[in-house]
């Protein structure tokens, strides 16, 4: 089973730590986790007491839980979307987590180190940005090579771009063998585009997802970067900055809660 589908309900057995989502109706809390985060850690939804009629409510956040207390593992100061959760559960996978919560608040520097990243993972939870990103989403390549085909005034009524020199070849006996000359087209030339290129890539450290063409077919490349970004953002892309965007899923994931 994919730990991501699993949903499990566990009781929280230690009153005196905080349980990160808790019922009203029974002696004993009880924490949902939704997503096994690494062993022995889980995601779980953030709830908050009603003042006026008591009952728990969904805050539209999530908590990283100690699944085996449902003892919250991060002090978070603001509603923290998954992503967050995701990256800080692989940050803290060098401690063994399927130990019991007493063991684990003896160990040394753990609690100093989930501090230090409830800190950090507010923050980036409230700028909507992953802990680790990337220096920069983009990446520059050489000039494309273009197959243009011509009518018989010789004005261009086609073209296919192509990376380098061997791809646009072929797809120049292709296209002559598949039109051929003489009819429509009088002529199918190879020339070079003169700028450098630029295509881009999801900022999230160890996501590498590139831009592609919204027919998923092919990456996409060009000299104008406005442009880029411009069609990055009609298929989804969201911009942090002027060097880093993030793909659909991650820009889903690490959307800012904060309201
Ligand atoms: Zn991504």
Redesign the pocket.
Known sequence: MDQHDSATTLKCPAPHTRPAATASNGSDPVVTVVEHAIPGLGISPQLRKDLADGAWRFTGGWNLVHTGSGRCVLPLFTPVNLGPLREAAALLAHFDWTLPAEVLRATPGLQEEAYALGTRVTAAAAYGCPLNTTETSWMVQPPSWHVTLTDLTGEPVGGVFCSNYGDAEATAVELGSYEGLGGAFADITISRENDHEWRLR?C?YD?G?VLESDEGVAQVSTADRDQLVVYAADLGWRQLDDRRL??P??STAYQSLHT
């Open positions: 999801c999230r996501c997802v993030l793909c899923a991650c």
